[in-house]
Each structure stands twice: as C-alpha cells, then as structure tokens.
Nanobody, 115 residues
Framework: VQLVESGGGLVQPGGSLRLSCVTS????????LSWYRRAPGRERELVAT????????YYADSVKGRFTISRDNAKNTEYLQMNSLKPEDTAVYYC?????????WGQGTQVTVSS
C-alpha cells in the first residue's frame, strides 16, 4: 500500500489549495479515505473522510463549509479542496486509509497559511 500526497505550500489567509493523494496497492473503490492534519504542538486531527463508493462524507467542524473531500476512482486519487484558508489551518496534512484494521499513511504535505 502506498499513499503519496502533494499540493501543499504557502498561501495567504483567504486563499485556496488543493491537496492530492495518489494511492496504490489496494482496492481503491471499496475503501474509505481520510485526511488528517497535525499542527505544531497539537495532536493529530481528523479533517475529513469520504466513504467507500462515495456513499457519504464527514468533516470536522473546524473545516465544514470550507473544505471539500473527493475521490477519482479512475485515478486512484483522493483530493482535499481547501478554500478560505486560515492561519489555524497551518499543519502537515496526511492521507490515510484503513485496510483490514491496519492504518496506512502518506508522508505528509506541509500547508502554511500566513501573510
């Protein structure tokens, strides 16, 4: 199983970024996928989840209405569209999948929101 994130960077408050997570090594369509983040000095936080077969989504209250999680089953890729970014969104963002009770993580991509 491999998860490779990209798309992070430095953005001003109010700006947008789209994160991507290219996956391989498992049956993509069947599994739910998530984005987590870890800010300096804080615990890892679940940001959003999209369930297998896109039957539904979950968002943390802190990002609801600003972030959108999606998936492209043809490309085995998960996305996180982040709009109206705030300084408190600054963190390393990780994609995650749980397969048969085992958690798999990407290497993370840094998002910095600062003027």
């Amino acid at each position: 199983v491999q998860l490779v994130e990209s798309g992070g960077g430095l953005v001003q408050p109010g700006g947008s970024l789209r994160l991507s997570c290219v996956t391989s090594g498992f049956s993509f369509n069947n599994h739910g996928l998530s984005w987590y983040r870890r800010a300096p000095g804080r615990e890892r936080e679940l940001v959003a989840t999209i369930y297998g077969f896109s039957v539904g989504t979950y968002y943390a209250d802190s990002v609801k209405g600003r972030f959108t999680i999606s998936r492209d089953n043809a490309k085995n890729t998960e996305y996180l569209q982040m709009n109206s970014l705030k300084p408190e969104d600054t963190a390393v963002y990780y994609c995650n999948v749980v397969i048969k009770g085992n958690r798999y993580w990407g290497q993370g991509t840094q998002v910095t929101v600062s003027s």
